[in-house]
T-cell receptor, first 113, second 115 residues
Framework: GDSVTQMEGPVTLSEEAFLTINCTYT??????LFWYVQYPGEGLQLLLK?????DKGSNKGFEATYRKETTSFHLEKGSVQVSDSAVYFC????????????FGKGTHLIIQP | EAGVTQFPSHSVIEKGQTVTLRCDPI?????LYWYRRVMGKEIKFLLH????????ESGMPNNRFLAERTGGTYSTLKVQPAELEDSGVYFC?????????????FGSGTRLTVV
């Protein structure tokens, strides 16, 4: 079946550090890939997505590139801020339309000032 | 536009009791999803409504879970009787008809603790 594996946290970094959160996947079809973020006390929010190989999703300084050859979608940010502290979830969807997502376990990111 | 609303935000119940979670999707969204995150594990898909019909309920763990969506508006998820392993955060999401992949809006979740 489909699955997503992401590095488990917590990941603790200092402000302005470089961030990488690894995500790899297995899928029965051709998936779309997503990163969701959950800030404290809030719901899951779509951070970025990519729908085909070599696409780069970006938002709020975060980037992730769809790498089909390595089945990866690693999340990166050049300089993190305290406000980036949250739980980040990598996810995929192989069905068309509005079908369900397959999530990773989530990575808790803590940014210290 | 109001977002997806879930309540209660927290619920603590004893094993064997019944709990009902509610989700109010964004008005006009035909698609409604339930997901669950058990502590330390992945967020798992439970089921998908299109309007009032269950499109896919393959993720429902067992027959102690019952989901309904009356009139295609709000949805309830009832757990009866609750077991310890049902503890976790239950998320609801909605999307309009024809939404692109990932075009969901999630609620902030209901944290269920069974003691």
């Amino acid at each position: 079946g489909d699955s997503v594996t992401q590095m488990e946290g917590p990941v603790t970094l200092s402000e302005e550090a470089f961030l990488t959160i690894n995500c790899t996947y297995t899928a029965t079809g051709y998936p779309s890939l997503f990163w969701y973020v959950q800030y404290p006390g809030e719901g899951l929010q779509l951070l970025l997505k990519a729908t085909k190989a070599d696409d780069k999703g970006s938002n709020k300084g975060f980037e992730a590139t769809y790498r089909k050859e390595t089945t990866s979608f690693h999340l990166e940010k050049g300089s993190v801020q305290v406000s980036d502290s949250a739980v980040y979830f990598c996810a995929l969807s192989v069905s068309g339309g509005a079908d369900g997502l397959t999530f990773g376990k989530g990575t808790h990111l803590i940014i210290q000032p | 536009e109001a977002g997806v609303t879930q309540f209660p935000s927290h619920s603590v119940i004893e094993k064997g009791q019944t709990v009902t979670l509610r989700c109010d999707p964004i008005s006009g969204h035909d698609n409604l999803y339930w997901y669950r995150r058990v502590m330390g594990k992945e967020i798992k898909f439970l089921l998908h409504f299109v309007k009032e019909s269950k499109q896919d309920e393959s993720g429902m763990p067992n027959n102690r879970f019952l989901a309904e969506r009356t009139g295609g508006t709000y949805s309830t998820l009832k757990v009866q009787p609750a077991e310890l392993e049902d503890s976790g955060v239950y998320f609801c999401a909605s999307s309009p008809q024809g939404a692109k992949r990932g075009g969901y809006t999630f609620g902030s979740g209901t944290r269920l603790t069974v003691v």
